[in-house]
């Protein structure tokens, strides 16, 4: 009786510890699908944020929108070119005419400075309409530079259009170009590091 007494006792002592590793194993298993639950909503965050998600909606809306804006903005600069195209890669492409009076684009490499001044503006401006239809403010650093007297008249007209227009609430610019003050509704001058608030 006593060998059955210890035999018994070791066989419940066995099923304790059984059943505490069946507790053990629910528990991690239990664990296991919360964290294959974590995983499959983090592949599908990944899989909306990734490359055939968002960002390819965002890239095709961007590739059909960016143009049209561009167009519009840069239009009125008056330059000899009809229409603006992105490649895929975003490449940016002018429809210009040619001496052969069929119109080709050419590359952005082949346009005079002041012209890439006027696009580059065009692209930011169309850049903050594309991320918000309205932008809050715009910084531009010496955006006169390489442009003509004309074309510096025109991008005058573009800053008071972009204030009358309500385009962009804020304009900050940074330039030597006294006549775009005409533009401005506050005018600061900065000198050796001291500003002096102008009107």
Do not use: W
Not at 76 to 98: C, G, H, R, Y
Not at 151 to 169: A, F, G, H, P, Y
């Amino acid at each position: 009786i006593l060998n059955l007494t210890e035999k018994l006792g070791n066989i419940e002592g066995e099923l304790k510890r059984i059943q505490k590793e069946i507790e053990i194993y629910h528990e991690t298993l239990k664990e296991i699908k919360k964290i294959n639950a974590k995983i499959y909503k983090y592949e599908k965050i990944e899989f909306a944020l990734g490359t055939k998600g968002i960002q390819k909606v965002i890239r095709e809306n961007a590739l059909y929108r960016l143009p049209k804006i561009v167009n519009i903005i840069f239009s009125s600069f008056d330059f000899p070119f009809s229409q603006i195209k992105f490649s895929e890669n975003f490449d940016i492409f002018l429809l210009a005419p040619t001496i052969e009076k069929k119109d080709r684009f050419v590359n952005i490499n082949s346009i005079s400075g002041g012209q890439r001044v006027a696009l580059g503006l065009a692209l930011r401006i169309a850049i903050s309409r594309f991320l918000s239809n309205k932008a809050d403010f715009l910084i531009l650093d010496e955006p006169t530079v390489h442009l003509d007297n004309q074309r510096r008249n025109d991008l005058i007209n573009i800053l008071i259009d972009l204030k009358e227009k309500s385009l962009v609430n804020q304009l900050i610019l940074v330039t030597h170009d006294t006549e775009v003050e005409d533009a401005a509704d506050t005018i600061y001058y900065v000198k050796n590091g001291k500003v002096q608030l102008v009107s």
